[in-house]
């Protein structure tokens, strides 16, 4: 797929605000200005905002904040979710990746398959996976990696009163 992920994401983080709203909850998310267009594993970026995100959700206490992060370094993509809820004990932290791991705080309906698919999928693509967990909250950072295909290059042409914004494609 090709676009600015930071948009991408914007739009699968959109389909949560009845749950964010539900829990009281606030999602910022930060993106890094004038993200380049390029392609990038869009069907794994799914799965990786849309799990990470509801997990976050879930498992944190109503009034809380989630912060969501991306910014492109060269050829990577990088997200990070962070919550400030509860956190995963530390003795539960490298099982939480396995499949059908539920944790000590699942109370709530789930299966445990969430975070083991996000792990297969950001892998199959040649992306990684961290984990950082304290009794303040977790953190996810996913790297992807993403190729810049098209440089959008401004023209200051005027059409009588209308700037024309030219997208130049330039695959390099
Ligand atoms: P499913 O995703 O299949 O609906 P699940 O959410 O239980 O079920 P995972 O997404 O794989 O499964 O998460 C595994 C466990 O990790 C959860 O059961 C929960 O205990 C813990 N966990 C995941 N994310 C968080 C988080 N942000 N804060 C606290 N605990 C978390
Ligand atoms: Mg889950």
Redesign the pocket.
């Known amino acids: 797929n090709t676009g600015d992920p930071a948009d991408f994401i914007a739009t699968v983080i959109e389909r949560f605000s009845g749950e964010i709203t539900a829990k009281n909850m606030e999602v910022i998310f930060d993106k890094d200005d004038g993200s380049p267009i390029c392609s990038y594993p869009f069907n794994v970026l799914e799965k990786v905002i849309s ?1 990470l995100l509801g ?2 959700i ?3 206490p109503s009034g809380t904040t989630i912060r969501i992060t991306s910014a492109i370094t060269g050829t990577r993509l990088m997200i990070e979710v962070r ?1 400030n ?4 004990p530390e003795k ?1 932290q490298k099982k ?1 990746f396995k499949r059908f ?6 109370a709530v309906g ?7 698919l996000v792990k297969e999928l950001v892998e199959l693509a040649n992306g990684t996976i961290q984990l950082q967990s304290n009794p303040a909250g ?1 953190t996810f950072i996913v790297t992807l990696p993403v190729r810049e295909t098209v440089r959008t290059t401004e023209i200051t042409a005027l059409k009588g009163d209308t700037p024309i914004l030219l997208l130049a494609e330039d695959d390099h």
């Open positions: 799990n997990n976050a879930k498992y944190c919550d809820g509860g956190g995963i539960e939480v791991y539920r944790g000590t705080n699942a789930g299966t445990g398959i969430g975070l083991a977790t």
